[in-house]
């Protein structure tokens, strides 16, 4: 009980800004999930090869791992975030918007490059900001973002769905697909594929109404930009509006002045470490670390580049896999795979929502991939089995959902929010997508499509591999930093007294703060 009174005073107290990174993630998953059904359409808009509108993809992916590179440089201040926030979601729309009017492959090309690089941003930015606030009490708020961007991507595909054309189909469409499929990210609905060849590959003449679906999409992503704009106002961040709601100090004042600390921390990223990637190796702060502060950072990081990488492969080639044998699903049978997997990942994120409080995150990091990879061996050695592969890909769903926010939480909570854990490890798991598929894909290609099982079930022993290092070194890292905090105390010279009475009452309050602090740690 007193948990969860702590949480909702958390939460009364940051409401705004939570409610926002939400907000962003929430558009972060429409515009993730949106792109892989409208596919065909954009090939006989661009009257391109479905070779070349797979590269235009890769080059969003490449730019939303370049995003969350640069991103953690925005979190210096609150200004810089909130401001890089407001254009990234603005960019998105923009871009969404124009989409219609590329009839170039390269001018898509760019615009897709331009829409993952604000979409990188948006990732790092959010990530930080909620383990800035909300610290160790982080784990439950970073499920509910990550459900987000479930429910983004859930809900996306609905609105493709009717302006999607069905007779843009090209010559060789099945071995063609076949490339477009393994280069999917969090694609909900894979097109379906016919196998009646077409005599031309050029764009057949039917007017495609696809443009709506992207104004639409444009449309729904505008109030997120909109929001992020409000907040600054209330926040007086805005140089032209330095009188914006001055009732706002009177009514939460006491609210504000709790929240003071947290602006200092974030003002000084030296001190918190939640840089970009760049800053945090130059850090000197880093020098006397030992050297179990950075394997934890590279095993970690690891974890969520296998984790991370199961979930854009299985996402990808799924399809491909069910359509080929020995399975031989019908081809709308098959193209319900992605939309369970990606509703079991949303019901997961979902249900960690309120486990978050009541387990450690290690303990739920333990029963998820223990469940990725029995789900996984299980789906290797029933390969024939048509029902378990329903059944296993919504299990893989369930477990693999909040890996990455328990994973993100435990980590920092070891390096006591320290190091640049956050920003390593959404940078590690971009790379582990984008690598992995590509990868996986090579393999399918050359070996056959039950390499996809294989490769799966390999990746996440690796990953399950490297979590226990993680535990193991958990220990060895409290022991080795426990003996120089020590000899820091021993060393450190004794705080001078109180002079007067004067300073009596800050030092309560801050006192009131602290306890509270630590009654919501200890619950």
């Known amino acids: 009980m007193l948990t969860e009174e702590c949480l909702l005073t958390l939460f009364r107290r940051n409401w705004q800004y939570t409610l926002t990174y939400w907000s962003v993630f929430f558009s972060f998953g429409l515009s993730i999930a949106f792109l892989g059904p409208t596919i065909l359409d954009l090939k006989c808009q661009t009257g391109s090869t479905l070779q070349e509108i797979t590269w235009v993809f890769f080059s969003q992916q490449l730019c939303l791992l370049i995003g969350s590179l640069i991103g953690g440089a925005f979190t210096k201040t609150l200004f810089r975030a909130?401001?890089?926030l407001f254009f990234s979601?603005?960019?998105?729309?923009?871009?969404?918007?124009?989409?219609?009017?590329?009839?170039?492959?390269?001018?898509?090309?760019?615009?897709m490059a331009v829409s993952g690089l604000a979409m990188g941003i948006i990732d790092t930015i959010a990530n930080i900001q909620l383990v800035s606030i909300y610290k160790k009490d982080s784990a439950i708020f970073l499920q509910a973002l990550h459900f987000f961007i479930g429910l983004g991507a859930l809900v996306s595909p609905?609105?493709?769905?009717?302006?999607?054309?069905?007779?843009?189909?090209?010559?060789?469409?099945?071995?063609?697909?076949?490339?477009?499929?393994?280069?999917?990210?969090?694609?909900?609905?894979?097109?379906?594929?016919?196998?009646?060849?077409?005599?031309?590959?050029?764009?057949?003449?039917?007017?495609?109404?696809?443009?709506y679906a992207f104004w639409i999409m444009a449309l729904i992503n505008l109030p997120v930009p909109i929001v992020v704009f409000v907040l600054m106002y209330q926040e007086k961040l805005l140089p032209f509006c330095p009188n914006s709601t001055p009732q706002l100090l009177d009514k939460d004042e006491l609210a504000m002045e709790t929240k003071a600390p947290e602006g200092t921390e974030m003002s000084e990223p030296h001190d918190t470490g939640h840089g970009n990637i760049f800053s945090c190796c130059v850090n000197g702060s880093l020098s006397g670390l030992p050297v179990t502060f950075f394997g934890?950072?590279?095993?970690?990081?690891?974890?969520?580049?296998?984790?991370?990488?199961?979930?854009g492969v299985y996402a990808g080639f799924v399809y491909t896999y069910a359509v080929s044998a020995p399975m031989s699903l019908h081809a709308k049978m098959a193209a319900y795979l992605n939309c369970i997997f990606w509703a079991a990942v949303t019901a997961g994120r979902l249900v960690s929502i309120p486990l978050s409080y009541r387990f450690r995150p290690v303990h739920l990091l333990v029963m998820n991939l223990t469940g990725v990879t029995v789900t996984l061996l299980l789906l290797l050695i029933l390969y024939t089995n048509r029902v378990f592969l329903f059944v296993g890909t919504t299990l893989l769903g369930l477990f693999i959902s909040s890996v990455f926010p328990c994973l993100v939480a435990y980590t920092e909570e070891i390096l006591e929010y320290r190091?640049?854990?956050?920003?390593?490890?959404?940078t590690?798991?971009?790379?582990?997508?984008?690598?992995?598929?590509?990868?996986?894909?090579?393999?399918?290609?050359?070996?056959?499509?039950?390499?996809?099982?294989?490769?799966?079930?390999?990746?996440?022993?690796?990953?399950?591999?490297?979590?226990?290092?993680?535990?193991?070194?958990?220990?060895i890292h409290r022991n080795l930093t426990g003996s120089s905090k020590k000899s820091a105390v021993?060393?450190?010279?004794?705080?001078?007294?109180?002079?007067?009475?004067?300073?009596?009452?800050?030092?309560?309050?801050?006192?009131?703060?602290?306890?509270?602090?630590?009654?919501c740690d200890s619950g």
Request: glycine share 6%; aromatic share 8%.
């Open 419 to 426: 190091g640049c854990a956050t920003t390593v490890l959404v």
């Open 490 to 519: 021993v060393e450190a010279p004794p705080a001078p007294a109180p002079p007067t009475s004067q300073k009596a009452a800050p030092e309560q309050k801050f006192a009131v703060i602290s306890t509270e602090s630590i009654k």
């Open 82 to 84: 909130l401001i890089a």
């Open 158 to 211: 609905l609105i493709a769905d009717p302006f999607i054309s069905e007779h843009c189909l090209g010559s060789n469409s099945t071995e063609n697909a076949t490339e477009v499929i393994h280069h999917f990210r969090y694609s909900i609905r894979s097109p379906v594929i016919h196998t009646e060849n077409s005599p031309h590959s050029e764009p057949v003449e039917e007017t495609a109404n696809v443009e």
């Open 89 to 111: 979601s603005l960019i998105i729309s923009v871009v969404f918007a124009i989409i219609p009017l590329c009839y170039n492959v390269l001018l898509l090309a760019v615009a």
């Open 296 to 311: 934890i950072h590279i095993l970690g990081s690891m974890v969520l580049f296998m984790t991370e990488g199961i979930m």
């Open 428 to 475: 590690t798991a971009g790379m582990g997508e984008m690598t992995l598929q590509v990868l996986v894909g090579s393999l399918i290609q050359k070996k056959g499509t039950y390499s996809f099982l294989v490769c799966g079930f390999v990746i996440g022993c690796l990953g399950f591999v490297f979590f226990l290092s993680v535990i193991l070194c958990n220990p």
